[in-house]
């Protein structure tokens, strides 16, 4: 069983759950359902995913009860400020044909529009209404959250955030933890990249696991929330099959020291509304 994290709100979120990013529309029913057959418990999408209905799709075909799938949407760049947002969210909603939404984020900040602070007005309401279990941000960077702390009552529970050794972004994990809010980490594999490093290889051989498992326990034995991705059912399986080894704490030194300011997205500062438009 994968161990949940208590968000600053006391909803409980599972750790490691199943990304959606680039997976095709016409595919995303299938491999979803496929995920949560394997045992994921956690989906994540986006209205910018373009594949919300296959999410809610699968939810609803795998026969679990509604609270036993934790499901995160996000708003489109292009839909922020107060009244899109809850027109956008209703969109999202009606796209998964799901009652409520457990975790509902701001894709990106957009600082050239400033409208994320009116945004997240909106998402307040969404919360204080419970069209939402809890809500909260997505490549905000410490400036950002700075505004938004000082100028809204909700304290964001997550900030998810591109994160895998190769790009840690140390200071806005301090930034938002010191606030309370939960590290989400994205490209949890540096989209495949990091898996190739010696220090990640020969650590996976002396565990007898796979570089993407040690990656995965890397991010899980930090108290990241992690959400890597597949196609592929083997690797959707290798993926959530990380609770049997633990890395020593040289180890996790070691894959720590991987940093190397690789950052394999967009920049939050000029992402613009090009980015899941
Ligand atoms: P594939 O879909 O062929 O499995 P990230 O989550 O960091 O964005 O990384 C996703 C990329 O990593 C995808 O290209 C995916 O390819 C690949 N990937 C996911 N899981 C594994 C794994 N267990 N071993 C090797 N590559 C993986």
């Known amino acids: 069983q994968i161990p949940d994290i208590t968000l600053n709100n006391g909803v409980t979120i599972p750790q490691l759950g199943f990304g959606t990013f680039q997976v095709a529309e016409d595919q995303t029913q299938r491999i979803v359902e496929s995920a949560i057959e394997t045992g994921y418990r956690h989906i994540d999408t986006a209205a910018g995913y373009y594949n919300e209905a296959g999410v809610g799709a699968a939810v609803r075909a795998s026969g679990l009860a509604r609270e036993d799938v934790f499901v995160t949407t996000k708003l489109r760049n292009g839909d922020q400020g107060y009244d899109n947002a809850l027109a956008a969210f209703e969109a999202s909603r009606a796209a998964l044909d799901i009652d409520y939404v457990d975790l509902y984020l701001v894709h990106w900040p957009v600082p050239s529009k400033g409208q994320y602070v009116e945004t997240w007005k909106a ?7 419970g069209a939402v279990r809890a809500i909260g941000v997505s490549n905000f960077l410490p400036e950002h959250l ?112 991987l940093e190397a300011g690789n950052r394999t997205g967009a920049d939050p500062a000029t992402a613009e509304f090009t980015q899941f438009r």
């Not at 998402?123 to 209404?129: N, P, T």
């Open 123 to 129: 998402f307040e309401k969404l919360l204080a209404d």
């Open 146 to 257: 700075e505004t938004l702390l000082a100028e809204t009552d909700v304290v964001p529970a997550v900030n998810q955030i591109e994160v895998h050794p190769t790009f840690q972004q140390r200071k806005l994990v301090e930034v938002s933890r010191a606030a309370g809010i939960a590290i989400e980490a994205y490209s949890p594999l540096g989209r495949g990249a990091d898996l190739e490093s010696d220090e990640v290889t020969s650590i996976a051989a002396a565990h007898g696991v796979t570089p993407a498992q040690v990656v995965i326990r890397w991010h899980l034995q930090q108290d990241h929330i992690v959400i890597p991705k597949s196609n592929n059912p083997e690797r959707i399986a290798a993926n959530l099959d990380v609770l049997g080894f633990q890395l020593t704490v040289d180890e996790i030194e070691q894959i720590s020291s």
